[in-house]
């Protein structure tokens, strides 16, 4: 099983159904069973025990940190570890890591665009502020839909345009259980929703007055006109990166966090490419 860590125990429906899966798949002692990953321990040590579990059941109720030189022995006949600098340098006679360069470019936001990123800081700092005296599930709803907008400002004016344009189902406002940090950041133990956070937008729109709304529709105008009048300046240094880079022979690949932003990416190096350039756009969407 490749990407082992997938299967470890967590609260997350599909993982659970993962790790239940190959569980089953381990009760039978007379079968080999092999689990592969490059990231076996996420910092959370029930996950990693889980995940041991799977090879021997007794190793997941083990105190990993304190165990005895039987213990370790028996562990490591099930546990085989490499760290990157064991292999760094020599596998199989052929170095098999790419030397790793880094570099930061930096761009001056165009004046349409500081504008917009300007009224929606101010916009999201008030909601916050003003939700202080609403209920608590309230206030964490605006908390949650004020950092998502930022990310799709900060993104792209496309994904500002499509978070603040798309309209879902409106949240149940007796849920109390409110937490939207999958929409907001990344994480490392399930799979990232790559479409616009429309959800904590649409949770945290159902808390303002209709003064607020008209804002927001406010900034969607802005961000169509960015697009509208090609004023996105960090586009352009893309552009010019990816330039750069197909001439020294590179294919680059560029990652962007919304599926909008990636759209608007491609379209843009498409328009301003060579002919002869192949712009291929691949998303998460089914």
């Not at 429309?198 to 008209?214: H, N, V």
């Not at 406010?218 to 960015?226: C, D, F, H, V």
Request: charge should be negative; include cysteine.
């Amino acid at each position: 099983m490749d990407e082992a860590h997938g299967a470890t125990l967590t609260h997350t429906q599909s993982q659970q159904q993962r790790h239940d899966l190959v569980r089953t798949i381990a009760q039978d002692e007379r079968r080999h069973l092999i689990l592969l990953t490059a990231t076996p321990h996420s910092g959370i040590e029930t996950a990693f025990r889980s995940l041991l579990s799977l090879l021997k059941p007794t190793f997941g109720a083990w105190d990993l940190n304190n165990l005895d030189e039987t213990q370790r022995v028996e562990l490591a006949r099930h546990f085989v570890q490499r760290t990157r600098k064991d292999i760094e340098q020599d596998w199989e006679h052929e170095r098999c890591f790419p030397r790793r360069l880094t570099a930061d470019e930096t761009y001056r936001l165009s004046p349409a665009y500081r504008t917009l990123f300007e009224k929606t800081y101010d916009f999201c700092a008030e909601i916050v502020r003003t939700g202080a005296q609403l209920e608590e599930r309230k206030r964490r709803v605006r908390y949650w839909g004020a950092l998502a907008l930022l990310r799709c400002v900060m993104s792209s004016p496309a994904a500002a345009l499509a978070a603040l344009e798309t309209r879902h189902a409106r949240q149940d406002e007796g849920d109390d259980a409110v937490d939207f940090r999958g929409f907001v950041f990344e994480a490392g133990e399930e799979r990232t929703d790559d479409e616009q956070p429309t959800a904590p937008l649409e949770a945290t729109e159902a808390t303002l007055p209709e003064g607020d709304r008209r804002r927001l529709r406010e900034l969607g105008r802005l961000a169509s006109r960015i697009i509208e009048a090609w004023q996105d300046t960090k586009l352009d240094g893309l552009i010019r990166t990816v330039e750069g880079l197909l001439g020294d022979g590179f294919h680059p690949i560029i990652w962007c966090r919304y599926v909008a932003t990636a759209e608007y990416v491609a379209a843009g190096l498409q328009r301003h490419l060579s002919a002869d350039v192949r712009v291929v756009l691949t998303r998460g969407e089914a």
